[in-house]
Antibody, heavy 120, light 110 residues
Framework: QVQLVQSGAEVKKPGASVKVSCKAS????????ISWVRQAPGQGLEWMGW????????NYAQKLQGRVTMTTDTSTSTAYMELRSLRSDDTAVYYC?????????????WGQGTLVTVSS | SYVLTQPPSVSVAPGQTARITCGGN??????VHWYQQKPGQAPVLVVY???DRPSGIPERFSGSNSGNTATLTISRVEAGDEADYYC?????????????FGGGTKLTVL
């Protein structure tokens, strides 16, 4: 069965960077994309962007462009999301999710989420 | 930027039908996906492409989409359906195509 296992919780200071990993199993990694979605405490879902695990093409949310980088390692079926210049409003649970070969399809498989806390 | 509008809350008695709306400009021309999220858990896809159900999702969950409103309908509501529900579309109309989520609707089972 499809599984997405994310790295553990992180606490970062404002201005620092965080890199969250997402190890996929149970499907052909390079046949799909990975979307990243975050959820601030008590708030709704926010799409951060998508990466093709086939060719590395990316599509980032405009508000995060310049601060976020999504990558994949096909040798280990792992996706990564790095967010730089962290602010307090980046405090959220970050989810990776198996998306389609193109972004914007319904997302059937999600990781367990990684809590990133930004605090001085 | 494309905006999806959901009511903040919907309440329904057990056994009744819940309807959760998702409004957007000409949303009927887009494919709408719906997610259920319970506290402390990741979202679960319950309807995709307006009205299709992933395997394992009860037939009680159905969707429709026309004009400026998409609707998630939950028939014979159960206590276990209490959750937050989000609609999602792909906005290809802007010069920077992106995923859009609605603000979410909290379903309360009375």
């Amino acid at each position: 069965q499809v599984q997405l296992v994310q790295s553990g919780a992180e606490v970062k200071k404002p201005g620092a960077s965080v890199k969250v990993s997402c190890k996929a199993s149970g499907y052909t990694f390079t046949s799909y994309g990975i979307s990243w979605v975050r959820q601030a405490p008590g708030q709704g879902l926010e799409w951060m962007g998508w990466i093709s695990a086939y060719n590395g093409n990316t599509n980032y949310a405009q508000k995060l462009q310049g601060r976020v980088t999504m990558t994949t390692d096909t040798s280990t079926s792992t996706a990564y999301m790095e967010l730089r210049s962290l602010r307090s409003d980046d405090t959220a649970v970050y989810y990776c999710a198996r998306d389609g070969p193109l972004p914007g399809l319904g997302i059937p498989n999600w990781g367990q989420g990684t809590l990133v806390t930004v605090s001085s | 930027s494309y905006v999806l509008t959901q009511p903040p809350s919907v309440s329904v008695a057990p056994g009744q039908t819940a309807r959760i709306t998702c409004g957007g400009n000409n949303i009927g021309s887009k494919s709408v996906h719906w997610y259920q999220q319970k506290p402390g858990q990741a979202p679960v896809l319950v309807v995709y492409d307006d009205s299709d159900r992933p395997s394992g999702i009860p037939e009680r969950f159905s969707g429709s989409n026309s004009g400026n409103t998409a609707t998630l309908t939950i028939s014979r509501v159960e206590a276990g359906d209490e959750a937050d529900y989000y609609c999602q579309v792909w906005d290809s109309s802007s010069d920077h195509p992106h995923v859009v989520f609605g603000g979410g609707t909290k379903l309360t089972v009375l």
